[in-house]
């Protein structure tokens, strides 16, 4: 059974998988990348760096650079607070200034890499693998009519590279849902406890913000969640893992930042991690927030937020157009368009679990909630640590080499 299941090729988890939509690093900037991520029902985008212009197919080279969401925006825009002129230059500047410096959290791979291979890969710190897929070729020609009407529209629209070639992405979720699948071959594994299999990560990772500080000092530790795909723990008190007496109130999920629009990036600038909190949570902020927001920046003098809210809250009117941030106005508002997983995920309310947890249920608790993580808390509510995909991964790992070798 172990040896079947590490036969697999990561072919088999592309079936019904979408082309990915992409944004050329080249020549989009944050401003186009804006409208592309409120114009799709993913959160996520990919950002390429395609050469076609090189008539020789073997060195066309179209790369994955990386993924951004809205959250990458938000975190990205907090920072232009001064005046209006450096918003303006920061809606202007390239897409690429939202990618993670640190690493790359993609990897290309061939559709022949195995499955286990690609769990080596996820292990070694990529979220996303862009792999190869073969489009019907009546399905890729009545594509390319409509992308030649639609290139005028959208830099995003573009589905399809050079000789009509198309990728898709597997993520963690993925291939969780694919052992799932198989999950007896890992037995007695899923039935014993998180504690017992030595998974809860106290150390690694845990990235915390205290309840009553600024959202803006978060703003470091969302931007390393984003890469690291988990969350930020709120928590009552300066955290200090080495004493477990610290309570995890809630989280700031990149996830539910992902589902707002580019004003919250007011918000992180102005409120409280608890009161962001609130803010990104629900349907929409609260009205009592959002007045305190606006008065919090006029206090600061942060001009340039200010004309981003108001150029977003005032509609779609010519003068708005002529503000810095009045080309996104006609398709702005809080609590975009997204889709149902995205909506799912869209809550401040830590996904938890403790440590005498099974590992088959925290393995669904995860997937239920479309997270890549869960919190792990004692009986009082605090904070213990966290499981994530990769944890999982790594047991799984070590499992299936130990049955090989047997």
Not at 162 to 190: A, G, H, M, Y
Not at 365 to 377: D, E, G, L, P
Request: hydrophobic fraction near 45%; charge should be negative; glycine fraction near 4%.
């Amino acid at each position: 059974m172990a040896l079947t299941l590490l036969s697999h090729k990561v072919s088999d988890l592309c079936i019904g998988k979408p082309p990915l939509r992409y944004i050329s690093s080249a020549v989009a900037t944050v401003a186009d990348a804006i409208a592309a991520l409120k114009s799709s029902d993913e959160p996520f985008l990919s950002v390429w760096s395609c050469n076609h212009d090189v008539t020789d197919d073997d060195k066309c080279d179209c790369e994955c650079l990386g993924k951004i969401c809205m959250a990458d925006v938000i975190c990205y825009l907090s920072k232009f607070d001064n005046n209006v002129l450096s918003l303006s230059s920061a809606f202007d500047a390239s897409v690429s200034v939202l990618l993670p410096k640190s690493r790359s959290i993609v990897v290309h791979v061939q559709s022949s890499c195995k499955l286990i291979e690609a769990i080596d890969l996820i292990i070694g710190g990529a979220q996303n693998l862009i792999v190869p897929i073969q489009a019907k070729s009546i399905a890729k020609r009545r594509q390319q009519k409509l992308l030649i009407r639609s290139a005028v529209v959208s830099l995003t629209t573009t589905t399809t590279h050079k000789n009509s070639r198309q990728f898709c992405w597997i993520t963690q979720e993925d291939i969780i849902r694919f052992l799932l699948d198989s999950i007896s071959v890992f037995s007695p594994l899923p039935s014993i406890s998180i504690s017992d299999l030595g998974v809860v990560n106290s150390t690694h990772t845990i990235l915390t913000v205290d309840y009553h500080s600024s959202a803006a000092s978060a703003v470091a530790a969302i931007s390393r969640a984003i890469v690291d795909n988990i969350s930020v723990a709120v928590v009552d008190g300066e955290c200090d893992l080495e004493d477990p007496r610290v309570s995890l109130i809630g989280e700031i999920s990149p996830m539910t930042l992902a589902c707002c629009d580019e004003t919250a990036a007011a918000a992180v600038a102005t409120l409280s991690a608890g009161d962001l909190m609130s803010y990104i949570d629900g349907s929409g902020p609260p009205e009592s927030l959002v007045r305190v927001v606006r008065n919090r920046l006029e206090e600061k003098g942060m001009v340039g937020l200010i004309s981003l809210v108001e150029s977003l809250s005032s509609g779609s009117s010519s003068s708005d157009e002529e503000s810095p941030a009045g080309r996104l106005t006609r398709t702005a508002s809080y609590g975009r368009s997204v889709s149902s997983a995205a909506r799912m995920a869209r809550k401040s309310v830590a996904i938890v679990c403790n440590r005498k947890s099974s590992l088959m249920a925290v393995m669904i608790q995860a997937i239920a909630h479309r997270v890549s993580y869960v919190w792990v808390v004692d009986e009082d509510g605090c904070l213990v640590g966290m499981v994530t995909f990769v944890d999982v991964f790594k047991l799984f790992k070590g499992f299936l080499d130990d049955q090989n070798q047997n």
